[in-house]
């Protein structure tokens, strides 16, 4: 009888070819863009727990023009409001087996070190959610941490929701209704990903209903700030509320559909109309919404090659008069339909330091009591804003192409 590759099998080695071939998207493109810029990390403003810093909403009305021997104004003030913010507190765990970490390193046949595959991937796992953070779900003025909206009555494993874009199979979350928990809703381990708008879980949720949201495991209302939040025209932000602060408010446009170039130059003059001035750096947009600026300027003979701005960023270009070209940058994790309009001079990140493992004690890896096993603990603390919201502007409801 002849041998065979299946006779032999159990003596063969398994020769794997180079490094690991990530299938994942790493992209972080505005979170990235927000670090780099001259202004966007503050440092040594952090306290332990809160930001503060003085706003300007109101001239001093002091002014007058009178005739001859005529009593003038009454003296006036610059009116003043101190906006306050909190970090809030992320992390990243690593739980490697001491058998893992001893025949990874010393086996030269094996993919990597194992060690080093799990502490740089949480790394990039950290920074990749970053930027899906930086622009928050539709809803981010509720709370933040929100991932999907429940948008049909569920009593099974399979939940249909707004969108599915912030979900991934092995994702543990929570279905919370104002962050609590509805029947079987917590810690549940999403098991697939059918469709854009459709996932299941490992075990019946009896209680979803719509209006429900989706969060990771414990995150609700615990991460920073989204983009959404931020560059809103309603909702407290910093402590500071529109009603009774008007002017801490940024353009938001949810009605209009079609994508034009006369829309997007009106954005840009609403925002400096209202005291955000002429500075938009850059317009983030969606895929599809990308596609449908593409289009429009294809329809209208202009040249619609992307175009390297300065700092780095590539994107389509748009004209808003003036001599000014600002670039139009298109981002996977932007919601869809959706366009914003930012000053990156004016979009901050406050944290004490960037992602780093914690050693207090000298070591990154501790030992597990009990086991062959050893954790790492990667964290930051920080939180996103702005000191200008009027700065700022959307259009959220734009048609995609």
Do not use: C
């Amino acid at each position: 009888m002849s041998a065979t590759l299946t006779t032999v099998a159990g003596i063969l080695k398994e020769v794997y070819e180079g490094n690991i071939n990530n299938q994942l998207n790493e992209e972080r493109i505005t979170i990235k863009r927000i670090e780099r810029t001259a202004e966007g990390v503050t440092e040594d403003a952090v306290g332990g727990k809160y930001v503060t810093f003085p706003v300007r909403i109101s001239r001093n009305h002091g002014i007058s023009y009178r005739a001859e021997n005529t009593a003038l104004a009454p003296a006036g003030r610059q009116g003043l409001k101190a906006a306050t913010e909190t970090l809030k507190y992320g992390y990243g765990r690593i739980r490697l087996t001491g058998q893992l970490i001893d025949l990874a390193e010393t086996n030269k046949q094996a993919f990597t070190s194992g060690m080093d595959m799990e502490m740089d991937g949480i790394k990039e796992d950290l920074q990749k959610d970053e930027n899906r953070i930086a622009y928050g779900h539709l809803d981010a003025a509720i709370a933040s941490g929100i991932k999907a909206k429940v948008t049909a009555n569920s009593a099974g494993t399979t939940l249909t929701v707004d969108s599915t874009d912030y979900l991934e199979e092995g994702m543990v979350i929570d279905v919370t209704a104002a962050g609590t928990p509805v029947s079987g809703g917590a810690q549940k381990t999403i098991t697939a990903i059918l469709t854009a708008t459709t996932f299941t879980v490992d075990v019946a949720i009896a209680g979803a209903v719509i209006g429900n949201y989706v969060s990771r495991f414990g995150d609700y209302n615990q991460e920073p700030h989204g983009l959404n939040k931020i560059i809103d025209s309603t909702g407290v932000l910093h402590g500071l509320d529109p009603a009774t602060t008007p002017k801490w408010v940024a353009y938001e446009d949810g009605s209009t559909t079609a994508l034009t170039e006369l829309v997007m130059v009106a954005a840009v003059d609403n925002i400096r109309k209202a005291g955000g001035g002429p500075n938009i750096t850059a317009i983030f947009a969606s895929l599809g919404v990308r596609r449908a600026y593409w289009n429009l300027l294809t329809g209208l003979r202009r040249f619609n090659e992307p175009k390297r701005f300065d700092g780095g960023l590539t994107g389509l270009s748009f004209m808003y008069g003036e001599g000014t070209d600002i670039p139009v940058v298109a981002d996977p994790d932007t919601p869809a339909k959706h366009m914003f309009f930012i000053n990156e001079k004016e979009i901050k990140i406050w944290r004490k330091k960037d992602w780093y493992w914690e050693d207090r004690d000298g070591s990154v890896l501790k030992w597990v009591v009990d086991y062959d096993a050893f954790e790492g603990l990667m964290k930051k603390y920080w939180q996103l804003g702005t000191h200008k919201r009027n700065a700022h502007g959307k259009l959220t409801n734009l048609t995609e192409a």
